[in-house]
């Protein structure tokens, strides 16, 4: 005699009819997450000292070399070095020119570099000034954190019968 699909599905019926098991359930919760509130702020703080800062280190970088050149040089020219932003400018007007028949090259080193002294001065200063007059801006976040109503339900004994507890923060 064969054995067809349905017998052994009916003794797996007729035995969970013969002896129920306990089911528990698990709690249900309907919670939101916590939220974040963020408030953004900015006010002005006097001065750009990043910016004057980067001025006074540029100027200090391109004057402090030219003054030891205007010290230790014998031409009567280099003696100008030391008068800030304009003495590169000046030193360059009143060089006496290369002799003739001979190579310029280290005198065409000597003029390019005054050339680029005179806007390095004149670029830490503009900075310098620049960082006085634009102001700088400090911006503040502010988080707070909160927590959203919530709802709880979970089965519970009630007397001798069973209903559902409620609970939750509001």
Request: charged share 10%; glycine share 12%; with cysteine.
């Amino acid at each position: 005699m064969k054995l067809s699909i349905a017998f052994p599905a009916a003794i797996g019926l007729a035995g969970a009819a013969l002896f129920p098991g306990a089911a528990n359930a698990e709690e249900m919760s309907q919670s939101r997450s916590p939220y974040t509130v963020e408030k953004t702020s900015s006010q002005a703080t006097g001065p750009s000292w990043m910016m004057v800062g980067s001025g006074i280190g540029i100027f200090a970088l391109s004057y402090v070399p030219v003054v030891v050149v205007g010290a230790t040089s014998g031409l009567p020219a280099d003696q100008n070095l030391y008068v800030p932003i304009v003495g590169p400018w000046i030193d360059f007007a009143e060089r006496p020119g290369c002799p003739t028949g001979t190579l310029c090259n280290v005198e065409n080193t000597d003029r390019v570099l005054l050339v680029t002294d005179g806007i390095l001065q004149g670029v830490g200063v503009v900075t310098v000034i620049g960082g006085f007059l634009s102001t700088a801006h400090e911006t503040k976040t502010v988080r707070t954190a909160g927590l959203s109503p919530t709802l709880h339900l979970k089965p519970a004994r009630i007397g001798k019968g069973y209903g559902i507890l409620v609970s939750g923060s509001f």
